[in-house]
């Protein structure tokens, strides 16, 4: 007999591992372990959802009449780990064979290495084919280019699925319609509610042994309202194409005080997970574009997303595993401040988009990239301590996705694979996109002094810090422009304001 071992990120019935079961005689193993949950010591909401998750799609399978083994994580012979779970259901059942789908993380992909070594029976690995591009396609494609850009990468992939393509041109004429999805939002603006569905008997026991055991894990518990099924997530992609896609585009960078949701579709932690397919949400909103009910510049940007920048960091991740943990090209070293988990800080920004993680285990893109990631980046924040902080307060977070866009998009650790340019950007920016800077403590046009947007001297600051390692860049020409035009006096007034505001960082002040 077989056992098949479905790892919590798993829970596709597509599995490839899955469709070599003989339903008479195999048996399926998933385990709610402690390792993982303390791997990093992720969002109570996080493990409540991943955990409830499990529990519906082991019920499921067994509805399709698989036998499973589940291992609650409450269940007193639990061993608590992977490796020994495995190791007890493998004397409990004797199989010839243990069948693996491909982990997603390299740490994981690591432990069935060696499970391929020391198992009484043969371990077989079948590659994940739930992404779009395979890790050697990325590398074929990837091969000789002197520069990775997801933008190409991206039209191959358009090419090669035929999404929005007429022939073999693009759908309206140009690739994309990054330009028209810049708007900020008026506070006005009528933004539809998620999706949300009320917390069923599993999920509220699952948040009552998380509350326990977790007690101290960050994060929110209640409310929760996230699906956790896979009929849920459908519901809730569903919900998103009828309500958020037509405005997706428009306002995809934009942030609002109280606004955690936006036009954002909210689906990362069901795609991450398995509960959804990548290519049935990209059908889904192609579809919707030639039914007129969302225009191209909408359909385009969320098709990008997924197709183009989830599938790249997958192969960035899997290309420079397991260098890329340690990369920190602008040997940044600063510690953490308290504020990434409190809140406690006078930036409202900041304050807004942590309290919201917080909350929801939950922000949109432009808060994790241009409030947290560029304080982080221009601050000069420590790598580690950065990715530990994205990979245990999001509940969409698995290492592949969380470190490529942390150590790469945000804070230019690779030193350029991923992204052309550190998004480095002053107060200014989030003033255009936001209106959190209204009702700041700080004032976002003040460049210096105590009153000034700590955003504004960090910036100019972190290229003054950088200068030998990024003025070189074509694509940092302009602020290098600047900065070259700045005089003595100025440039002294921003390198005092930076240093008088990490010292109150570091003496524990709240800035
Ligand atoms: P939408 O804005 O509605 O986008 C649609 C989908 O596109 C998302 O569900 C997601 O699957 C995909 N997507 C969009 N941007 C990216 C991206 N940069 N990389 C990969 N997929 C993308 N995404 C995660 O899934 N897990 C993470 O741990 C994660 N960490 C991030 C850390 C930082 C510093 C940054 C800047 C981005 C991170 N992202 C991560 C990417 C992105 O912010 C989230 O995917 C998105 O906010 C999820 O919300 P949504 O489903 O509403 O996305
Ligand atoms: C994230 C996570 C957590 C918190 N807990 C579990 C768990 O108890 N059991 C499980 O199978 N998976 C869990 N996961 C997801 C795994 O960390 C993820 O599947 C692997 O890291 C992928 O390589
Ligand atoms: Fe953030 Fe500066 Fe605006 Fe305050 S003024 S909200 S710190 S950008």
């Given at each position: 007999?077989?056992?098949?071992?479905?790892?919590?990120?798993?829970?596709?019935?597509?599995?490839?591992?899955?469709?070599?079961?003989?339903?008479?005689?195999?048996?399926?193993?998933?385990?709610?372990?402690?390792?993982?949950?303390?791997?990093?010591?992720?969002?109570?909401?996080?493990?409540a959802?991943?955990?409830?998750?499990?529990?519906?799609?082991?019920?499921?399978?067994?509805?399709?009449?698989?036998?499973?083994?589940?291992?609650?994580?409450?269940?007193?012979?639990?061993?608590?780990?992977?490796?020994?779970?495995?190791k007890?259901?493998?004397?409990?059942?004797?199989?010839?064979?243990?069948?693996?789908?491909?982990?997603?993380?390299?740490?994981?992909?690591?432990?069935?290495?060696?499970?391929?070594?020391?198992?009484?029976?043969?371990?077989?690995i079948?590659?994940?084919?739930?992404?779009?591009?395979?890790?050697?396609?990325?590398?074929?494609?990837?091969?000789?280019?002197?520069?990775?850009?997801?933008?190409?990468?991206?039209?191959?992939?358009?090419?090669?699925?035929?999404?929005?393509?007429?022939?073999?041109?693009?759908v309206?004429?140009?690739?994309?319609?990054?330009?028209?999805?810049?708007?900020p939002?008026?506070?006005?603006?009528?933004?539809?509610?998620?999706?949300?569905?009320?917390?069923?008997?599993?999920?509220?026991?699952?948040?009552d042994?998380?509350?326990?055991?977790?007690?101290?894990?960050?994060?929110?518990?209640?409310?929760?309202?996230?699906?956790?099924?896979?009929?849920?997530?459908?519901?809730?992609?569903?919900?998103?194409?009828?309500?958020?896609?037509a405005?997706?585009?428009?306002?995809?960078?934009?942030?609002?005080?109280?606004?955690?949701?936006?036009?954002?579709?909210?689906?990362?932690?069901?795609?991450?997970?398995?509960?959804?397919?990548?290519?049935?949400?990209?059908?889904?909103?192609?579809?919707?574009?030639?039914?007129?009910?969302?225009?191209?510049?909408s359909?385009?940007?969320?098709?990008?997303?997924?197709?183009?920048?989830?599938?790249?960091?997958?192969?960035?991740?899997?290309?420079?595993?397991?260098?890329?943990?340690?990369?920190?090209?602008?040997?940044?070293?600063?510690?953490?401040?308290?504020?990434?988990?409190?809140?406690?800080?006078?930036?409202?920004?900041?304050?807004?988009?942590?309290?919201?993680?917080?909350?929801?285990?939950?922000?949109?893109?432009?808060?994790?990239?241009?409030?947290?990631?560029?304080?982080?980046?221009?601050?000069?924040?420590?790598?580690?301590?950065?990715?530990a902080?994205?990979?245990?307060?999001?509940?969409?977070?698995?290492?592949w996705?969380?470190?490529?866009?942390?150590?790469?998009?945000?804070?230019?650790?690779?030193?350029?694979?991923?992204?052309?340019?550190?998004?480095?950007?002053?107060?200014?920016?989030?003033?255009?996109?936001s209106?959190?800077?209204?009702?700041?403590?700080y004032?976002?046009?003040?460049?210096?002094?105590?009153k000034?947007?700590?955003?504004?001297?960090?910036?100019?600051?972190?290229?003054?810090?950088?200068?030998?390692k990024?003025?070189a860049?074509?694509?940092?020409?302009?602020?290098?422009?600047?900065?070259?035009?700045?005089?003595?006096?100025?440039?002294?007034?921003?390198?005092?304001?930076?240093?008088?505001?990490?010292?109150?960082?570091?003496?524990?002040?709240?800035v």
């Open positions: 007999m077989n056992l098949i071992f479905i790892f919590g990120d798993q829970l596709s019935l597509s599995l490839p591992s899955l469709a070599e079961v003989n339903k008479a005689d195999d048996v399926i193993l998933m385990c709610e372990v402690r390792a993982e949950a303390t791997a990093v010591k992720h969002h109570k909401k996080k493990i959802f991943l955990f409830s998750a499990m529990r519906h799609f082991a019920d499921e399978l067994m509805r399709e009449g698989y036998d499973v083994c589940y291992v609650k994580i409450d269940d007193p012979e639990n061993t608590q780990s992977f490796a020994a779970e495995l007890r259901a493998v004397n409990r059942y004797r199989p010839q064979n243990v069948l693996i789908t491909e982990p997603s993380e390299h740490r994981v992909r690591e432990l069935v290495k060696a499970w391929q070594e020391n198992l009484d029976c043969d371990v077989t079948f590659p994940d084919d739930r992404f779009l591009c395979s890790a050697a396609d990325f590398q074929a494609w990837a091969e000789g280019r002197k520069q990775l850009r997801m933008e190409y990468f991206y039209r191959s992939l358009r090419r090669k699925y035929d999404v929005l393509m007429e022939g073999d041109k693009p309206g004429g140009a690739w994309n319609y990054d330009k028209q999805n810049r708007s939002a008026k506070e006005k603006l009528s933004i539809p509610k998620p999706y949300m569905e009320a917390p069923d008997a599993v999920t509220q026991d699952v948040m042994l998380v509350a326990e055991l977790f007690s101290d894990h960050f994060g929110d518990m209640e409310p929760f309202h996230y699906a956790v099924t896979r009929q849920g997530a459908l519901e809730a992609l569903d919900h998103f194409i009828e309500t958020r896609l405005n997706f585009g428009t306002y995809q960078d934009a942030m609002l005080s109280g606004q955690p949701w936006m036009f954002h579709s909210h689906i990362s932690l069901y795609l991450n997970c398995g509960l959804l397919g990548p290519l049935e949400c990209i059908r889904k909103a192609e579809l919707a574009y030639h039914a007129g009910q969302a225009p191209l510049n359909v385009e940007g969320f098709i990008r997303q997924i197709l183009g920048w989830r599938e790249y960091v997958k192969g960035i991740y899997d290309m420079k595993m397991p260098g890329y943990v340690a990369e920190n090209y602008l040997e940044a070293k600063r510690a953490l401040p308290e504020f990434y988990w409190s809140g406690q800080t006078q930036m409202n920004c900041l304050k807004h988009c942590v309290t919201e993680t917080r909350e929801n285990a939950y922000a949109h893109h432009i808060q994790r990239l241009m409030v947290l990631g560029n304080f982080a980046l221009i601050a000069g924040l420590n790598p580690d301590e950065v990715n902080w994205y990979h245990l307060v999001y509940a969409d977070a698995y290492e996705v969380e470190l490529p866009n942390v150590s790469g998009m945000v804070l230019f650790a690779d030193g350029g694979v991923l992204a052309s340019k550190p998004y480095a950007a002053s107060g200014a920016y989030i003033n255009r996109m209106n959190y800077c209204g009702s700041c403590s004032k976002v046009s003040a460049k210096n002094g105590p000034a947007c700590p955003f504004n001297y960090l910036y100019w600051n972190f290229m003054i810090e950088n200068h030998d990024l003025s860049n074509p694509r940092m020409a302009m602020p290098y422009r600047t900065l070259s035009k700045m005089d003595q006096a100025k440039r002294a007034a921003v390198i005092s304001d930076a240093h008088r505001f990490f010292k109150k960082i570091e003496s524990g002040e709240i």
